[in-house]
């Protein structure tokens, strides 16, 4: 599958785009279609089209299954992926100086080792990377698992540290 992503000035030609079968995307502020491989020639077509009017359009191969629900990834989660990489480092440390016992568990993920949270961070770098554009359900579901582990975390510290619940309850408002 290809994907065909059309984005800058499209307001003048909007119906134009929609009227060709392509999607908007509010969160990405772009427009997008999928064509079958065999329907690559006319992606290509549509593209350089746009392309001499001062629109951006860019093809993407796509892997999977197209019909499948995709989900946009709120800002807020992004946050919460990017900031795993210091937290999973931060527990690599704290295995290596005795402060953390293993086995233990982060985000539904048993962790018996520093290969374990190595393991979590590739997972996390590549759900990262997949989230600048709508993810599979269980994408979405495994990022809604990491992100609230984190503001589990985030809450947890903030109690701890002598916060209001009021205001450690703040941690779920993105949730």
């Known amino acids: 599958m290809i994907k065909l992503i059309l984005t800058g000035n499209t307001y003048g030609i909007r119906y134009e785009i929609k009227g060709k079968g ?6 990405f502020k772009a427009w997008y279609k999928f064509f079958n491989d065999a329907d690559k020639a006319d992606a290509e077509a549509i593209a350089k089209e746009y392309g ?13 299954n197209v019909k499948e629900k995709r989900y946009p990834v709120k800002e807020s989660y992004l946050f919460n992926l990017e900031s795993m990489h210091d937290k999973i480092f931060c527990l690599m440390y704290d295995i290596r100086d005795g402060k953390i016992a293993t086995p233990f568990v982060v985000a539904k993920k048993t962790i ?20 600048s554009h709508p993810v599979s359900g269980k ?11 984190r503001v589990e975390q985030r809450y947890a510290r903030c109690m701890a ?13 993105d949730m």
């Not at 392509?22 to 969160?27: A, G, L, Y």
């Not at 495994?142 to 582990?149: G, L, N, P, Q, T």
């Not at 540290?161 to 408002?173: L, N």
């Open 139 to 149: 994408d979405y579901g495994r990022i809604k698992e990491i992100v609230s582990w």
């Open 112 to 131: 018996n080792d520093e290969g374990d949270l190595w393991e979590l961070l590739d997972e996390a770098e590549t759900l990262r990377s997949k989230a």
């Open 161 to 173: 540290s002598g916060m209001s619940e009021a205001e450690a309850g703040k941690c779920w408002e």
């Open 52 to 64: 001499r009017n001062g629109v951006q359009a860019k093809l993407e191969a796509i892997e999977g």
């Open 22 to 27: 392509f999607r908007w995307h509010p969160d």
